[in-house]
């Protein structure tokens, strides 16, 4: 404290530690498999890596990269989004390169967002979303995927975000494929969402970077509904389609009114990153469609060796159809349904790490006995998790 006033600003406050660090730290501590955090323990492609290398031998991306991001990059990432699905966007007024999905949602959200808007957004929601809803002033109205229990899948209720938009409303943050739940939103759910947002005249923004990761129907990217390509703002980042979350490169497409607001808060975050790593990613990004099949059936199996896992020792199982993630209930298991102190006991009790689904929520009493288990391991790691949790 100086002059009797705390240093974190009221504003983020409320995010002032996190259950990770904590869990990480307990990992570290204990030997646990850490099925918490969601990132790969192997590096993607070999080629991928050798562009990285060639390019920063070459010199190139060393100094300060062109603020948009390299025009290889753009050009690839317009291509990706013709080819994968039929959208056209212009590489130099309708994409921007970000350091990572997560400076793109910042960026969006402080550049798009005055204080007192209003902010409707799919609860469970990653943990960056209401950190910088709060650093844009602005106001987070959370809607709840519901769990359907005999479904085994998470659904949103289309009444429930209707009800949610006021006048207020500035903005839709939707995510999908959706983390922690591993929702994918169906065609219908996203034809709501987007009629709902040109009815009411709403800007959305869309984190679709778990696009790739899709094992049930197929990503349709809300971009693609009618009205909605001038409205809305497209996240992605190749940090999980490409398995190198290290590198931080991201990106955003949209209408050219959109790129230019996002970018003026980009400018001022970080400016430029990552300028080598851009000319990888615009390799990796022409990768052959191969590339993405293998990608899918190496994390189906995975993710088939976990749920099975998970519901021999005893878990409700939500099987994800998309992301890297599942998420169980711990009822059967854990009458309490406390999920934050079944996850702070589980490193000592079987040695493995999984994060409670509740510090994604604003409703914590709604999250309380979820647990979320991440996937993106090698098959020995998540058969010899699966081993220690049978002994629960
Ligand atoms: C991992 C993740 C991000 C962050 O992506 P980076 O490119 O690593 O910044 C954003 N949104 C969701 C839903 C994620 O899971």
């Known amino acids: 404290m100086t002059q009797g006033r705390p240093l974190l600003n009221r504003r983020l406050a409320e995010f002032g530690t996190t259950i990770f660090a904590e869990m990480s730290a307990l990992a ?24 990285a ?151 959305v923004v869309t984190d679709e970077v778990y696009e790739h990761l899709v094992f049930e129907g197929e990503h349709l990217p809300l971009a693609g509904f009618p009205g909605m390509r001038e409205r809305t703002v497209t996240i992605s980042s190749a940090g999980k389609t490409f398995s190198y979350t290290g590198w931080k490169i991201g990106w955003i497409t949209g209408s050219p009114e959109l790129v230019t607001a996002v970018r003026s808060a980009k400018q001022f975050l970080t400016y430029v990153s990552g300028g080598p790593l851009q000319y990888a990613v615009a390799e990796a990004l022409r990768l052959p469609d191969r590339f993405y099949a293998e990608l899918r059936a190496d994390l189906l199996a995975k993710r088939d060796l976990l749920c099975a896992g998970l519901a021999e020792a005893g878990f409700a199982v939500y099987r994800p159809a998309g992301t890297y993630f599942v998420t169980t209930d711990i009822r059967p298991l854990d009458a309490s349904g406390d999920g934050i102190a079944f996850c702070r006991a589980l490193p000592e009790r079987c040695g493995v790490v999984a994060v409670p689904n509740a510090v994604f929520y604003d409703h914590r009493d709604q999250g309380a006995p979820f647990v979320r288990f991440a996937f993106c391991k090698r098959t020995e790691v998540l058969q010899e998790a699966v081993t220690r949790l049978r002994k629960l």
């Open 53 to 203: 290398v060639r390019a920063l031998r070459a010199g190139h991306g060393n100094q300060y990269p062109p603020g948009p991001g390299i025009p290889e990059l753009r050009t690839a990432i317009a291509a990706h989004q013709q080819h994968r699905y039929g959208l056209a966007y212009d590489p130099d007024t309708e994409v921007l390169v970000t350091a990572g999905a997560t400076e793109a949602i910042a960026a969006s959200l402080l550049a798009l967002l005055e204080p007192g808007d209003e902010v409707v957004a799919l609860e469970p929601y990653y943990d960056s979303y209401a950190a910088c809803i709060a650093m844009a002033g602005a106001t987070r109205v959370p809607v709840t995927l519901r769990p359907d229990t005999s479904a085994g899948t998470y659904r949103l209720d289309l009444d429930e975000l209707r009800a949610a938009v006021t006048p207020r409303t500035r903005l839709l943050l939707i995510n999908t494929p959706h983390n922690p739940t591993g929702t994918v939103l169906i065609r219908e759910e996203l034809a709501a969402v987007a009629a709902l947002a040109c009815e009411r005249d709403l800007l």
């Open 28 to 51: 570290v501590r204990t030997g646990a498999i850490n099925l918490g955090q969601g990132f790969p323990d192997t590096d993607g492609p070999e080629e991928v890596r050798e562009a």
